[in-house]
Nanobody, 120 residues
Framework: QVQLVESGGGLVQAGNSLRLSCVAS??????MGWFRQAPGKEREFVAAAWSGGITYYADSVKGRFTISRDIPKNTVYLQMNSLKPEDTAVYYC????????????????WGQGTQVTVSS
């Protein structure tokens, strides 16, 4: 059974940075990614990375967020720069045994989420 454990959330002022981490236990995964859900809104895709190095992003975070993976550590990171109040949400790590293509958001495994709050 795969477990995903996120860390790194917190409260920051607009314009600052945070780095989220997600460690997977149980097996190596082809795709690891991040989603977020703001209060009163649906969960939305943020970024994903394949084990071969391909990455893709939501338009709303391109140029500000960077996803990366440490394969030996089975960990995915989300470096978030130039944070905005609208980035406030619970951020969820997700992972899949297969390569999940852009536009497909069904993943095998999900973390519990970590809160990110950006104050203006």
């Amino acid at each position: 059974q795969v477990q995903l454990v996120e860390s790194g959330g917190g409260l920051v002022q607009a314009g600052n940075s945070l780095r989220l981490s997600c460690v997977a236990s149980g097996r190596t995964l082809s795709t690891m990614g991040w989603f977020r859900q703001a209060p009163g809104k649906e969960r939305e895709f943020v970024a994903a990375a394949w084990s071969g190095g391909i990455t893709y992003y939501a338009d709303s975070v391109k140029g500000r967020f960077t996803i990366s993976r440490d394969i030996p550590k089975n960990t995915v990171y989300l470096q978030m720069n130039s944070l905005k109040p609208e980035d406030t949400a619970v951020y969820y790590c997700a992972a899949d045994r297969a390569r999940v293509p852009p536009g497909r958001y069904v993943y095998d495994y999900w973390g519990q989420g970590t809160q990110v709050t950006v104050s203006s």
